[in-house]
């Protein structure tokens, strides 16, 4: 699947669900009405209330004579326990191990799928940024811990999202369902269309071989005329994407970055990702590090592009990951993530270039030593290529 790019769609129906109490239950009741097959794709999968509640929808499902895939990451899927990969064995759900660990295997265990996608009878997906885990949703609870958002798509872009689940389910037994170059026939992005109701596209990475996701957010960023807003909880991004959001503040465009705050599961990835933010500030970017909560959304909205879904942007997962995105341009899913920015820019601490200068010795420290970390390895894995 290297050179495969699909087009767009119209016709289509976004809806964004904004943390788990929303999207899980949604998700969930999808599940309860398959009637042929349910497809699931994670990487983040451990044992807890929200898995036992999403394993006992898959079973009753299976239980209905429903076809259910799971393909799940071997590494983030390291907390499923026997138990409830048992109960979905009993029940007939085919669960399937993306790249399994091995020693033997060396650096290739970095490789990682890390996309999150649920598709129910060819006619409803979700897609975001969610794992099942109590973070994103316990069901006893009325708020989640980690802040993150999937959107609920129904349409023609459906058969889309299928393609790109069924081609990994198949490769993952060593099968090729179709021709790398066969799906849509574009050996380069589509052009831009219109913006229209329910117009939208799939976007993903494939590790170093396929890059489209990232190819069209450069896109997007330089032809932005008013805003580029940006959600990472993992800010390590490329010098590309760094260089062409310092052109876009450049030119009066404005940019602004919605990063994690103290809440993170990461802390050394925050700190290395800080050594960025000098250069930024001074070009007139805005940094917002989100405060409630640990931030785990990855969405972008350039004017009225929208670019949502597994994608940190990050230059680890543009090496290791296969990621996935939807890609709209829908004047009303644009509002509903604009929406979403502006509640987020509100709770969250905008960071100036004072705030920078008089920061503590302590994370001058750490952000020395996580940044020269990072930029040894990266520089050691670019010396293999």
């Known amino acids: 699947m290297t ?4 087009p767009w769609k119209g016709g289509n129906h976004f809806q964004l669900l904004v943390d788990g109490p929303a999207f899980f239950p949604a998700m969930l009741a999808a599940i309860a ?8 794709e994670l990487y983040l999968a451990e044992d807890g209330r929200c ?25 983030g899927c390291l907390g499923f326990g026997k138990v409830l990969r048992q109960r979905l064995a009993s029940a007939g759900v085919e669960l399937r191990l993306y790249n399994p660990l091995r020693w033997r295997r060396g650096v290739r265990n970095l490789y990682r799928d890390h996309r999150k996608i649920l598709l129910v009878d060819e006619r409803v997906a979700f897609v975001g940024g969610t794992g099942a ?6 069901p006893l609870a009325s708020s989640s811990a980690w802040h993150e958002v999937m959107v609920r798509i129904e349409g023609p872009l459906v058969a889309h999202w299928l393609l790109l689940f069924d081609f990994q ?7 090729q369902p179709w021709r790398a170059d066969g799906n849509s026939g574009l050996a380069h992005l589509p052009p831009s269309p219109q913006a229209g109701q329910g117009m939208g596209r799939v976007a993903y990475a494939n590790a170093r071989q396929h890059r489209d996701i990232a190819q069209s957010l450069l896109r997007s960023v330089s032809r932005a005329k008013q805003r580029i807003w940006l959600a990472t909880p993992y800010f390590l991004p490329s010098w590309k994407v760094r260089r062409y959001l310092v052109k876009a503040a450049s030119r009066g465009v404005e940019v602004r970055l919605l990063l994690t705050g103290r809440h993170t599961d990461h802390p050394p990835i925050r700190y290395a990702g800080q050594r960025y933010y000098p250069r930024l500030l001074k070009a007139g970017v805005r940094i917002f590090e989100y405060q409630p909560r640990f931030l785990h959304l990855k969405m972008v ?7 949502v879904g597994s994608c940190n942007f990050d230059h680890w997962n543009l090496r290791f990951n296969l990621d996935a ?6 004047p009303a899913f644009s509002g509903e993530v604009a929406e979403c920015f502006v509640s987020d820019f509100a709770a969250s601490r905008e960071v100036t270039l004072q705030d920078w200068h008089q920061r ?26």
């Open 33 to 40: 009405t398959a009637e042929r097959r349910v497809a699931l």
């Open 133 to 138: 885990t109590d973070e994103f949703w316990d």
């Open 301 to 307: 909205l350039v004017d009225d592009w929208v670019s």
């Open 325 to 330: 995105n939807l890609e709209a341009l829908d």
């Open 360 to 385: 503590p010795l302590l994370s001058r420290l750490r952000q020395r030593l996580w940044g020269w970390l990072d930029r040894l390895v990266v520089n050691l894995f670019d010396r293999r290529r």
């Open 3 to 6: 050179g495969s790019i699909f």
């Open 169 to 175: 389910w198949l490769a993952s037994e060593g099968r």
């Open 51 to 75: 898995s036992e509640a999403l394993v006992s929808a898959l079973v009753d499902a299976a239980r209905r004579g429903v076809a259910v895939h799971c393909l799940f990451d071997d590494f």
